[in-house]
């Protein structure tokens, strides 16, 4: 903190902001507040009012809706006398059936398994915590949730079956199911149990139950990253091979077809860009700006934003810290909506199986865009934001 900053306040912890590492004196904050680092901005804690009773109901809320969207009908299609639906468990076997084993991983675990755990997990610590009670492995719980939540992509999927619709809606009829506005109302609760999360305070409420039970706590007392040579190294070096693999699964995922219509015996290719332009001729032009941005901008922008800051670092310069910084915490963000045009080509590819009359395929793009959008995410966890600052520890 400034060292000319007068106030009253009684401080009560020493947290340590994690994007610049300045260790801060945190007040007690009270509902509706929040604490963020004055040297980068980042958001330390924030209190949001019965934050914990709501991340249950909602919690529960979510998970009645997630059951709710699996049995009946997600969406419907219907061309020429032929029909046939989309719903989250026959779209596995569809994926499957066609050799994209992988693709129906991806959709179960950033769909319905990650969701799940991380759902019942937080039920799992919060209601015995808020009871005084101590749940068994709660330390170890709470840091996979941590590590679990930005591999949920529930609105993301929502996003791409709105795309989906788009799409298709000029060459066949279109009705949604049940399971639709389930899925909903289930990526709505997500969410705001997402935001009504606050890491600070869920540690220090453990804590506090581990304290009351006499619970020992094993924590390694390892340096950040910028006090430490070894971990700098490391830390630099796992994000270029990372960045490296993320530019050669570019030029295929951009070249090859993303998808492939087979349309009375004969095939239709589409690359992620041929998408992109035969959605703006046919007049969506919001939905091809989102599907450009997400599928193209925004990982390009990312390895390009993210191979500066790891230079950057390595050179140890000192300039535009904080622009450094925010580009980063940009970079973090948007990187995982990428995903939306996988998840296009696994609804169209589930839904559109009308035999030989009409049916789509995913192409071999959507495997290598896939592993574009996991690479640059996992690029983006292993930089360290820390080593912005180097080892300016004071706030000027």
């Given at each position: 903190?400034?060292?000319?900053?007068?106030?009253?306040?009684?401080?009560?912890?020493?947290?340590?902001?994690?994007?610049?590492?300045?260790?801060?004196?945190?007040?007690?904050?009270?509902?509706?507040?929040?604490?963020?680092?004055?040297?980068?901005?980042?958001?330390?804690?924030?209190?949001?009012?019965?934050?914990?009773?709501?991340?249950?109901?909602?919690?529960?809320?979510?998970?009645?809706?997630?059951?709710?969207?699996?049995?009946?009908?997600?969406?419907?299609?219907?061309?020429?006398?032929l029909e046939n639906h989309f719903d989250a468990i026959t779209s596995f076997?569809?994926?499957?059936?066609?050799?994209?084993?992988?693709?129906?991983?991806?959709?179960?675990?950033?769909?319905?398994?990650?969701?799940?755990?991380?759902?019942?997990?937080?039920?799992?610590?919060?209601?015995?915590?808020?009871k005084g009670l101590y749940p068994k492995h709660g330390r170890k719980v709470?840091?996979?949730?941590?590590?679990?939540?930005?591999?949920?992509?529930?609105?993301?999927?929502?996003?791409?079956?709105?795309?989906?619709?788009?799409?298709?809606?000029?060459?066949?009829?279109?009705?949604?199911?049940?399971?639709?506005?389930?899925?909903?109302?289930?990526?709505?609760?997500?969410?705001?149990?997402?935001?009504?999360?606050?890491?600070?305070?869920?540690?220090?409420?453990?804590?506090?139950?581990?304290?009351?039970?006499?619970?020992?706590?094993?924590?390694?007392?390892?340096?950040?990253?910028?006090?430490?040579?070894?971990?700098?190294?490391?830390?630099?070096?796992?994000?270029?091979?990372?960045?490296?693999?993320?530019?050669?699964?570019?030029?295929?995922?951009?070249?090859?077809?993303?998808?492939?219509?087979?349309?009375?015996?004969?095939?239709?290719?589409?690359?992620?860009?041929?998408?992109?332009?035969?959605?703006?001729?046919?007049?969506?032009?919001?939905?091809?700006?989102?599907?450009?941005?997400?599928?193209?901008?925004?990982?390009?922008?990312?390895?390009?934003?993210?191979?500066?800051?790891?230079?950057?670092?390595?050179?140890?310069?000192?300039?535009?810290?904080?622009?450094?910084?925010?580009?980063?915490?940009?970079?973090?963000?948007?990187?995982?909506?990428?995903?939306?045009?996988?998840?296009?080509?696994?609804?169209?590819?589930?839904?559109?199986?009308?035999?030989?009359?009409?049916?789509?395929?995913?192409?071999?793009?959507?495997?290598?865009?896939?592993?574009?959008?996991?690479?640059?995410?996992?690029?983006?966890?292993?930089?360290?934001?820390?080593?912005?600052?180097?080892?300016?520890?004071?706030?000027?």
């Amino acid at each position: 903190m400034p060292e000319n900053l007068q106030t009253t306040e009684i401080y009560t912890v020493e947290v340590q902001c994690y994007e610049c590492a300045l260790t801060v004196n945190l007040p007690i904050l009270k509902e509706s507040q929040k604490a963020q680092c004055p040297r980068c901005g980042y958001t330390l804690s924030a209190i949001h009012r019965n934050a914990n009773e709501r991340i249950v109901a909602f919690a529960i809320t979510a998970l009645i809706f997630l059951i709710a969207s699996l049995p009946f009908k997600f969406l419907s299609f219907s061309a020429n006398g032929l029909e046939n639906h989309f719903d989250a468990i026959t779209s596995f076997f569809v994926l499957i059936d066609n050799n994209y084993q992988l693709l129906a991983l991806i959709e179960f675990l950033t769909i319905f398994a990650i969701p799940t755990v991380v759902l019942l997990s937080v039920i799992y610590l919060l209601i015995p915590m808020n009871k005084g009670l101590y749940p068994k492995h709660g330390r170890k719980v709470l840091a996979m949730v941590f590590k679990l939540l930005p591999w949920s992509m529930v609105e993301i999927f929502l996003i791409g079956a709105l795309v989906s619709l788009i799409k298709i809606i000029s060459m066949a009829e279109i009705e949604l199911g049940l399971s639709f506005y389930a899925f909903i109302l289930f990526a709505l609760s997500m969410t705001i149990v997402i935001l009504h999360i606050d890491k600070r305070e869920l540690y220090q409420l453990l804590a506090k139950v581990e304290k009351a039970h006499k619970i020992e706590i094993q924590q390694s007392q390892s340096k950040v990253a910028q006090e430490n040579p070894i971990t700098h190294a490391l830390s630099v070096q796992k994000t270029w091979a990372l960045l490296i693999t993320a530019v050669i699964l570019y030029i295929p995922a951009n070249t090859l077809p993303i998808m492939t219509t087979h349309f009375l015996g004969q095939n239709d290719p589409s690359t992620i860009i041929g998408g992109v332009i035969l959605l703006w001729k046919g007049g969506s032009y919001p939905i091809a700006a989102i599907v450009f941005f997400a599928s193209v901008v925004i990982p390009v922008a990312k390895i390009l934003v993210l191979a500066w800051l790891n230079y950057s670092v390595q050179k140890q310069s000192h300039r535009l810290s904080l622009q450094r910084v925010k580009l980063y915490r940009m970079a973090e963000f948007v990187g995982r909506w990428s995903m939306i045009d996988v998840f296009v080509v696994i609804i169209l590819a589930s839904l559109i199986q009308l035999g030989p009359t009409m049916s789509i395929t995913p192409g071999a793009a959507t495997l290598a865009f896939s592993g574009l959008v996991i690479v640059t995410m996992l690029a983006a966890m292993s930089f360290e934001p820390q080593l912005i600052w180097n080892d300016r520890k004071k706030y000027e």
